[in-house]
């Protein structure tokens, strides 16, 4: 079925580090993607966009990276803190505010 | 700058029964979508509302249905609840017809026994 998954479901790292959480997505025609990340209790949050025509798009602290020709996406975190503790989703489309696919999640956990 | 509201927070109900659940957009927003959320999961779309109207839709049953009004409010309707409806009902909504990024609300936990 339709999916989007993710190499690691838990990752663990110390307050300071950079992390590195990685998506791969099964649908070559997919042309928007994002990372959410989705605390204890709440709604995904949304953190960072990128479309098929780039290959990388930095934010504040964080920058996905974008590989079509091995359909891969990864999400970096610099200077890692705990307040990123959370579980984090990447999620694709192929029209661009329609319907989203997102894998399973990667939990996050900041040891302080 | 209002958020993705929805209500209620949590609910309880037993098989059978019909819940509404509802959802009022981000400031600016006109398009809502509805996702399902079970425990240790990515959420699942379930539908989107335009203009009012059901623009696309996942994979769930008739049971599940919604609504969007003239304010771009909207509801998710579920019939006939089973137990395999417990989850975390999440509402997004983004703006056509640029329909840039979802933006989620925080949920309804709906718990069915």
């Given at each position: 079925g339709e999916s989007v998954g993710l190499h690691l479901p838990t990752l663990s790292v110390q307050e300071g580090d950079n992390s590195i959480i990685n998506c791969a997505y099964?649908?070559?025609?997919?042309?928007y993607f994002i990372w959410y990340k989705q605390e204890s209790g709440k709604g995904p949050q949304f953190i960072i966009d990128i479309r098929s025509n780039m290959d990388k798009r930095q934010g504040q602290r964080v920058t996905v990276l974008l590989n079509k020709t091995v359909k891969h996406l990864s999400l970096q975190i610099a200077a890692?803190?705990?307040?990123?503790s959370a579980v984090y989703f990447c999620a694709e489309t192929?029209?661009?505010?329609g319907k989203l696919i997102f894998g399973q999640g990667t939990e996050l956990s900041v040891k302080p | 700058d209002a958020g993705v509201t929805q209500s209620p927070t949590h609910l309880i109900k037993t098989r059978g029964q019909q819940v509404t659940l509802r959802c009022s957009p981000k400031s600016g927003h006109d398009t809502v979508s509805w996702y399902q959320q079970a425990l240790g999961q990515g959420p699942q779309f379930i539908f989107q509302y335009y203009e009012e109207e059901e623009r696309q839709r996942g994979?769930?049953?008739?049971r599940f249905s919604g609504h969007q009004f003239p304010n771009y409010s909207s509801e998710l309707n579920v019939n006939?609840?089973?137990?395999?409806?417990?989850a975390l009902y999440l509402c997004a909504s983004s703006q056509a017809p640029l329909q840039e990024t979802q933006y989620f609300g925080p949920g309804t936990r709906l718990l069915v026994l």
């Open positions: 099964s649908n070559s025609a997919s042309d890692t803190q705990p307040g990123d192929t029209n661009q505010g | 994979n769930f049953p008739d006939a609840l089973l137990l395999g409806d417990s």
